[in-house]
């Protein structure tokens, strides 16, 4: 909305064109297509729908699944995207169990989904937050917490197989001094809002530290997130299971959808915002 300005090339330079806001999406299906198989209208289904901030949304039939009957459609409109992110980020670390994993960023929407993923893999977790987080990570089952503003985890004596760098606030040598000799950094984000005073330098950090890789052992890796089904039914069983509950922050009405991009651009949003609204396919 406010981003950098190449990336404002997408939706209007100067000003924004009439772009309508909104990918996750969780509600009832109202209609289907003539060619539509999988669903039907009265079925609880979650995913992505552009735009979803709306009270009906059309999405196609390969971007939804079935919502778990444990999980309201508030949390299940929460997850497509950030959990996306997580999970295919985590999955270019190659986790194995009893692995240490380290979660740079670990309460916002794609941390708190990267925290139990991992758990989930069988990962012995860290998750790095600051301290009015701390209570937040801990409950979602990291076995250690670091609190950012009393330590610093690069320098500290522990060394981690993975590292989901979700904020890319440390330096290329910083991150591969806590790395395992043979370690993945996982370049999953570069922190804050669009207007982060610090967005470009981790941008540049992070295609620094992708380049710089390829001379050592350890493994600094970015990727693009993507749409796929197999990953939303993965993401859906691990919500059936418990092993993963979507956080979120707050949930707004569709008329406040102003107030709560205000509240997401400052950055402090733990977990996610919500809102969920009927499908149409």
């Keep these: 909305m406010r981003g950098p300005w190449p990336l404002r090339l997408m939706f209007g330079l100067r000003k924004p064109e009439k772009t309508r806001l909104g990918n996750d999406v969780a509600g009832q299906v109202e209609a289907v297509g003539k060619n539509v198989t999988l669903f039907k209208a009265g079925d609880e289904v979650f995913g992505v729908a552009r735009p979803s901030l709306a009270e009906y949304a ?23 995207w950030a959990g996306f992110t997580a999970l295919q980020g ?34 012995e977790v860290t998750g790095v937050c600051s301290t009015r987080k701390v209570d937040l990570v801990r409950s979602i089952g990291a076995d250690h917490v670091i609190d950012y503003t009393k330590e610093d985890f690069t320098k500290g004596d522990q060394r981690y197989d993975v ?53 050592v052992r350890q493994k600094f890796v970015s990727y693009v997130t993507k749409l796929d089904k197999e990953d939303l039914k993965l993401l859906s069983d691990l919500m059936q299971t418990g092993k993963v509950t979507p956080v979120i922050d707050r949930t707004y009405k569709l008329s406040e959808t102003a107030e709560a991009m205000r509240y997401f651009e400052e950055g402090h949003a733990r977990g996610q915002s919500s809102n969920h609204c009927g499908v149409i396919l």
């Design 90 to 123: 985590l999955r270019q670390g190659n986790i194995q169990p009893g692995q240490k994993v380290l979660i740079n960023g670990a309460t916002g929407g794609v941390g708190t989904f990267a925290v139990q993923i991992a758990k989930s893999l069988g990962a």
């Design 163 to 215: 590292i989901f760098d979700n904020v890319g606030n440390h330096s290329f040598s910083d991150r591969r001094r806590v790395l395992t000799p043979n370690g993945i950094c996982v370049l999953a984000g570069i922190g804050g809002a669009g207007l982060h005073p610090e967005t470009w330098g981790r941008i540049v950090g992070n295609f620094k530290a992708d380049l710089l890789s390829r001379f």
């Design 58 to 80: 059309c999405a196609r039939e390969r971007a939804l699944v079935i919502k778990p009957a444990n999980v309201t459609f508030e949390q299940a409109g929460s997850v497509a």
